[in-house]
Every structure is written in C-alpha cells, then in structure tokens.
C-alpha cells in the first residue's frame, strides 16, 4: 500500500484581540454601540513567536503561547486608537537556513492583514527567531515598525544557509549578488528593508540563547542607514525577558502606540532614537519605566 503522503501546514492568524476580537466586540456593547463588528481597526500588530534554528515538524504551542500576554497588553492599550493584534502560527518550528521559513510567514501574515483591514499600518512584534522573522519581512509597504525582542541570530559562519555575517562596513553587493572587490560576503541579514521603518529592539544582556552582541552589531548597521533605530538592554535579565516584564512589556506599548498612531514616545525613547551609536544602541531600560508611562 503506497504511504500516502501528509498535508502540507499553513501559516495562519490567530484569533485577533482588541479592536476586532471579542474582547472588542464587549467594549463596544458595554458603550452602548450596536452590531457585533467592535471599533474599526486602524492598526494592527502582528506577534511572530519565538522559533528554533531548524527544524520542519509542527511547532511548538509554547512559543505563541509566550508571546500572548504581550500580544493582549498591546491590544488593550491601542483598543482606543482601533488597533487590532494577532499571534501568528508558523508552518515550521525552525527557521530553516536559506528557506527563512518563519519571514515567509510573517510575509504572509501581512498580506493577510492587508486582504482583511485593507490600507492600515502594521507593526511587527517579534521573539528570538521570531524578531528575526520581523526585521526581514519589514520591507513590505504596510509595515511602519519593528519591535525585536532578544533577536536571534546565526553565529558569524554557523551554518544557516548564508553566507558569513559582514563586518561592519561591509560593501554593498553588486550585480547577481556579487561584492565589489575587496568587499567581504554580503550578510543573510540585510537591513536595506528598514528605511523608512521605525525599528527598535530590546536584549537582556544575560541571554544565553541568542547573544546580544550579535544584535548590536545588527543595529549598528540599521543605524548606518535609518536613523529611526534604537535598542534597549535589559540588565541582568534572560532571553525570555522575564525579570523585567513590566518594563518591557510597557516600552513595547510606548513604541507601538508612537509609530503607529502618532502618540508621544517617552523621554527615553526619544533619547535613544537621538542618540547616535553605541548610546542610542545600548541604552539601558530603567527599573519602573512601566509606571513613569502612566498610560
């Protein structure tokens, strides 16, 4: 008997939280509106989980489910301003070296977006893998912000189904993806996405996962070429950012709500996005930031 060959997964949306969900839905009702349909959604977060290296089997539930608090704080804050947030579930577990299976999900998870609200901003929120997921789907043109938090990167040389990471200052690439001479290999993380993109990612310094310094050197060269790049480090704290939750989780709806609906960002965001590198690329996230917002 031939083995008959298994269904390939799709990416897919999950269930939306604010101005479109239920939770919209019973806001509405409580003000006295009449329908089912909640506020109109003017913008949207997109939440891309945390991931592994590689790996094609079905993905685990427990990083969408990491990135859910988030994903709801998000969506309370902006259900005034009509935003709207989704988890986004990834056809694999691993990023899969040149495949880049979770930025083709993120791309996706866009388009969907776009298919279902129509002309509204999207700010991609990213984990690990994740942010990664993030920074390389930015370039569509519904994508006004970045938010990564302890993105992973390869190794500089690790396989992953690119070339070495460059140096900074590494040359541009030429026609079929030659380099000019001398210039080292071009990097699998390109950053020419983010102009015009308000980018800002947060590592805790005790990552043991992915490392920080990785991610600054990302940044760095973000910088180079869109000064709208920030990045806070979180002392002392892990990949999964959890000493400090609050400060964080109150820096990403500070963010959120300053690029996608024009609010004022706090003093620290403004300082950091001012700064020019390293201060602006190390900037360290202050004890009790969530209640200074007072949002």
Request: with cysteine.
């Amino acid at each position: 008997m031939a083995q008959q060959a298994l269904p390939v997964r799709d990416a897919r949306l999950g269930k939306p939280l604010g101005a479109s969900g239920d939770e919209g839905v019973r806001a509405a009702l409580r003000r006295g509106g009449a329908g089912g349909s909640g506020r109109s959604v003017s913008g949207v977060a997109l939440l891309l989980p945390d991931g592994s290296p590689g790996g094609t089997g079905r993905p685990s539930p427990w990083p969408a489910l990491a990135v859910r608090p988030l994903a709801g704080r998000l969506a309370r804050a902006g259900r005034a301003e009509g935003l709207t947030a989704h988890v986004v579930r990834y056809r694999h577990r691993g990023w899969n070296g040149a495949a880049g299976d979770p930025a083709r999900d993120a791309a996706w998870a866009i388009e969907e977006v776009v298919r279902r609200y129509g002309d509204v901003p999207v700010c991609l929120v990213g984990a690990g893998v994740g942010a990664r997921a993030a920074l390389h789907a930015a370039g569509h043109p519904a994508v006004g912000a970045v938010l990564g938090l302890a993105p992973w990167f390869p190794e500089p040389g690790a396989a992953d189904g690119g070339p070495r990471a460059e140096p900074d200052g590494a040359g541009e690439p030429g026609p079929q993806g030659a380099t000019e001479p001398g210039a080292p290999p071009e990097t699998s993380d390109p950053v020419k996405q983010l102009v015009g993109r308000q980018v800002l990612l947060v590592h805790g310094t005790n990552d043991g996962r992915t490392d920080p310094e990785l991610s600054y050197r990302y940044a760095e060269r973000a910088k180079k070429i869109n000064r709208d790049t920030c990045r806070f480090e979180v002392h002392s704290d892990g990949h999964a950012l959890l000493q400090h939750r609050s400060e964080v989780h109150a820096l990403a709806v500070d963010f959120l709500l300053g690029t996608l609906f024009a609010q004022d960002f706090a003093r620290p965001v403004q300082d950091a996005m001012a700064a020019p590198p390293p201060l602006g690329l190390r900037m360290p996230l202050a004890a009790g930031f969530g209640a200074s917002l007072r949002r």
